[in-house]
């Protein structure tokens, strides 16, 4: 069974930064590009950011600059370096992939993580 799990939110200052994970585990042959999203009270899940298995990146406008993602394909893993965060930032952050689970990697269904809250307030 593969699972997308998140970690590294918390509480930050505005200014401050962090660095969220999300792994895959279980069962995984090949993992397609993976996202970032974010929904925060009251309003629509939005994507943060994406990166493809070649490490293409983008990211919604209002992050640029300021996050970074990246993804370590030995690991199943994906990263997301979040500096300068401002409280537009809060929410709950969850990572998304298209994820093959047996060798036939070209049959891949979609994955979500279960959220990492992240807050930002002085």
């Given at each position: 069974q593969v699972r997308l799990v998140e970690s590294g939110g918390g509480l930050v200052q505005p200014g401050g930064s962090l660095r969220l994970s999300c792994v895959a585990t279980g069962t995984v042959f090949d993992i397609d590009t993976m996202n970032w999203y974010r929904q925060a009270p009251g309003k629509q899940r939005e994507l943060v950011a994406l990166i493809t298995p070649r490490h293409n990146?983008?990211?919604?406008?209002?992050?640029?600059?300021?996050?970074?993602?990246?993804?370590?394909?030995?690991?199943?893993?994906?990263?997301?370096?979040?500096?300068?965060?401002?409280?537009?930032?809060?929410?709950?952050?969850?990572?998304?992939?298209?994820i093959a689970s047996t060798i036939q990697t070209s049959r891949k269904a979609e994955y979500w993580g279960q959220g990492t809250q992240v807050t930002v307030s002085s």
């Open positions: 990146t983008d990211y919604t406008d209002s992050v640029k600059g300021r996050f970074t993602i990246s993804r370590d394909n030995t690991k199943n893993t994906m990263y997301l370096q979040m500096n300068s965060l401002k409280p537009e930032d809060a929410g709950v952050y969850y990572c998304n992939a298209l």
